[in-house]
């Protein structure tokens, strides 16, 4: 399997690492993919034993795999012999997004003009499939269906340098998908938008061979997200900017209190 052939992936059971010189390969690709699945929580700090447990090989592999996605700042290097799982921000939002729809939308295009019934099958099958997790409040099955329905487009633009950079980038933004998921649908109980999906447009506008639309569709898909997921940050950090205020007001509030019972023991 080729780095970017997700057709052939078995997303649910991966295969066991096997021994062998390409140990650290096979780490770097199961870490990345579990990025790239949405399965590494924001702030989340191993050590390389630890990641090394989890891959079931020795330190030393593991350790190759981690140093590769450090440099690509998909990991972020913590104290000697640890990594961390970069934080949400509402700026690397809007880098990561603005990246993300220069690539995605130019190579959505390409492949709608390569796009066979067979594609179209299977893309909509992952959107149902998609949809259908989504109303069952299965969250990593909806973003890996998300995944499969991205990929299997984009691979049909033929354009391996421009889909591993989708890759990459991808790796660094699905932990903000699944925030945002997470958040609408476990805390508000939406699993939906009103209305068609934007998938749902974008199939339509493959079988009718419009690739301008096709293009179209997929920039609208990244900018909702993207929208979604710096309201909710913005809300939270809003939230956090008033508790030390409701902190502060609460310490006067005693201080006050605690003068206005001095005094009044003064005068009695």
């Avoid at 997790?133 to 391996?160: E, I, S, T, V």
């Avoid at 989708?166 to 508000?188: G, P």
């Avoid at 509030?253 to 009695?268: E, F, P, V």
Wanted: hydrophobic share 40%.
């Amino acid at each position: 399997m080729g780095r970017n052939d997700f057709s052939a992936l078995d997303l649910d059971s991966p295969a066991d690492l096997k021994r062998g010189p390409s140990l650290a390969t096979q780490a770097y690709k199961r870490l990345k993919m579990q990025f790239l699945l949405g399965e590494m929580e924001p702030g989340r700090r191993f050590t390389y034993r630890e990641i090394a447990q989890h891959l079931g090989i020795s330190v030393t592999p593991a350790r190759e795999a981690i140093f590769k996605l450090v440099a690509e700042h998909i990991f972020e290097p913590g104290a000697t012999g640890t990594i961390v799982v970069p934080q949400l921000r509402a700026d690397a939002c809007r880098e990561l997004w603005r990246i993300r729809i220069l690539l995605e939308g130019p190579c959505a295009e390409l492949a709608a003009q390569n796009i066979d019934p067979r594609t179209i099958e299977a893309l909509e099958s992952a959107h149902q499939s998609m949809i259908e997790a989504k109303h069952k409040k299965k969250l990593r099955a909806a973003l890996k269906y998300n995944f499969m329905f991205h990929f299997m487009l984009y691979q049909k633009a033929n354009a391996p340098i421009l889909l591993s950079l989708i890759q990459d980038i991808w790796a660094r933004s699905t932990s903000y998908v699944e925030f945002f998921h997470t958040r609408h649908v476990k805390e508000r109980g939406e699993t939906s938008a009103p209305g068609p999906h934007v998938h749902a447009t974008i199939i339509n506008a493959l079988k009718a061979g419009d690739a301008s639309r096709v293009k179209t569709g997929i920039e609208r898909d990244l900018v909702e997200i993207r929208d979604g997921i710096l309201l909710l940050l913005d809300s939270d950090q809003n939230r956090a900017n008033r508790k030390p205020a409701n902190a502060a007001s609460l310490a006067v509030s005693l201080d006050q209190a605690k003068g206005g019972t001095a005094r009044r023991k003064a005068r009695a």
